[in-house]
């Protein structure tokens, strides 16, 4: 394939890719989660925290022989960034946009190891379980695509379709009509928030600076890019053909190309190929990296001329320039050494996590935890891996995931039953989590796992209290772990068999008079704990 079709390719990959992230997110009746899921898993950062060996091994490879084309062609906010850069490019002024906007910038190399090294300062703190995984979350990129997509899109999508839905039923076509989730179930403040920031910072990166966000705070970028530098095709400059009109620099959207001196960064070069398609002289082109670049002899005798005439410089070849570090290769060591920390850090926390924990007397429901998914082997596991990417939220059919507010969980997924209740065939939380945070698990699986243990209220059972026919709880529990018995004050009063109960939540959302929220402690496949979590 020649290069100049390279960029054609890249693109169309891109829009496929970035189509079925947004599709998983947006789709509600399961079709793209039962299809195109293993997208998410192979996004560089859950895949480090689920420890999936063959995702790092494929990413490790597509770096190393492809440079960074990851964040090109798999990456979410990279591309979406793309998409700003070509808007900018659209409304910029004709000669800018004829002559390029972006002009080459040495690399800030202090503000992205700062942002690498902050990232996995919170992420070894989020494995430790001394803050969620969550605040970690917020600087990787697919998270944040996911709870741009969770806050802005998932709502307008939903409640397009659902006037779609509405109006087909009056024509008497009920294709949609009462299948399309609340709009508003995903909406969270605190989310949204995070969401709104964030899609303001990566907007003003991109119409500013192209790929400046990429290249200066995202730590996957920085990542990528100490292992690119090794990368066995690039994009490379025929000096022979090259004019030194500078078209491809100021063309360039990660500002990485010295025209002058010849040179791209490929720690910073994301593989977009744009270059390649704007060099009339054919100057560049995507191939093989030299082990030893081609230098023209007029070129090499001046060098060695001005390295001979200047005081204190070494010859090429002298002892001098040999013992001189090689930072490219130090490079290459830390990076490898963060991602092997990574792996075996989570991988730490999956062995440690095992095993029994002590039984604890009851507590009030007021101290208790939030209720998990099933999957989510407990609350510490949860907490240590998920990066509140919001795809299980809007994956949920019962509405039943919502966001949290609290900090010991900012943004992570917990269960709440005012809208639904956790039904024992679903399970697509687990199917979609990419990190690990959500096992997943089997339909007859799920029937015996237990989440927690309804408690009742009877101040605020109608029943109990007042003496009125309901028993709503007994009927609707699938597991007939709620049965009616006769109070003192003579009423039928539900009493809960703790041993059957699993914490699906059916009895709470059936409840008629709608009390005070039911909370549930995940304790995935070992009832760890037991705790009085809320009330019927």
């Not at 503000?111 to 996995?120: K, M």
Request: with cysteine.
């Amino acid at each position: 394939m020649k290069s100049h079709s390279l960029k054609y390719l890249r693109i169309a990959v891109a829009l496929l890719s970035v189509v079925v992230l947004t599709l998983l997110f947006v789709d509600f009746t399961g079709y793209a989660a039962a299809r195109v899921a293993f997208m998410t898993k192979i996004q560089v950062v859950p895949a480090l925290l689920a420890v999936n060996v063959a995702a790092i091994v494929l990413l490790a490879a597509l770096t190393l022989i492809f440079g960074r084309i990851y964040c090109s062609v798999i990456c979410p906010l990279g591309i979406a960034q793309d998409a700003l850069a070509w808007i900018r490019r659209r409304f910029a002024p004709k000669k800018k946009r004829r002559l390029g906007i972006y002009r080459f910038e040495p690399a800030r190399t202090l503000c992205r190891n700062v942002f690498l090294g902050l990232f996995i300062v919170l992420s070894v703190a989020g494995l430790l379980c001394l803050i969620p995984m969550s605040f970690a979350g917020i600087l990787d990129p697919y998270s944040a695509y996911g709870r741009i997509i969770g806050q802005a899109g998932v709502p307008l999508w939903r409640h397009s379709m659902s006037a779609l839905g509405d109006a087909a039923a009056a024509d008497g076509t009920y294709l949609f009509a009462g299948q399309v989730p609340g709009a508003l179930q995903n909406f969270n403040i605190a989310v949204a928030v995070v969401a709104a920031v964030t899609f303001v910072a990566v907007t003003a990166f991109a119409f500013m600076t192209g790929r400046g966000y990429c290249n200066t705070v995202c730590p996957v970028g920085t990542l990528l890019g100490y292992l690119s530098r090794y990368s066995l095709l690039r994009p490379v400059i025929d000096t022979d053909k090259c004019t030194r009109c500078g078209s491809c620099g100021r063309k360039c959207k990660a500002k990485c190309i010295d025209t002058k001196n010849h040179v791209i960064d490929y720690s910073r070069c994301v593989v977009c190929f744009d270059c390649i398609n704007n060099c009339r002289e054919g100057a560049i082109s995507y191939r093989l990296r030299r082990s030893r670049p081609a230098v023209k002899p007029d070129v090499l005798l001046a060098g060695t001329a001005a390295a001979t005439d200047k005081p204190g410089s070494a010859h090429p070849g002298s002892v001098a320039s040999a013992s001189k570090p090689d930072s490219g290769r130090r490079s290459f060591l830390i990076g490898t050494a963060i991602v092997a920390g990574t792996a075996a850090a989570s991988a730490a926390g999956k062995v440690t996590d095992g095993g029994f924990a002590p039984v604890k007397q009851k507590r009030r429901h007021a101290d208790a935890a939030p209720a998990l998914p099933p999957g989510a082997v407990s609350l510490a596991h949860f907490r240590s891996h998920c990066t509140a990417c919001q795809l299980c939220i809007s994956e949920c059919p019962n509405e039943v995931l919502r966001p949290s507010t609290s900090l010991d969980g900012f943004m992570q997924p917990v269960m709440t039953f005012t809208d639904g209740f956790c039904r024992q065939g679903c399970t697509r939380c687990g199917d979609v989590c990419p990190t690990g945070a959500i096992l997943p698990v089997l339909p007859e699986e799920k029937t015996a796992i237990k989440v927690g243990t309804a408690v009742v209220d009877c101040d605020s059972c109608i029943s109990a209290a007042y003496g009125q026919s309901c028993g709503n709880c007994a009927v609707v529990c699938p597991v007939h772990a709620v049965k009616l018995v006769r109070g003192d004050n003579g009423n039928l009063r539900p009493v809960v068999d703790e041993s059957a109960c699993i914490g699906c939540g059916s009895c709470e959302y059936h409840c008629p008079s709608r009390p005070q929220r039911q909370q549930f402690m995940s304790t995935g496949f070992r009832p760890i704990k037991t705790y009085e979590y809320g009330k019927i």
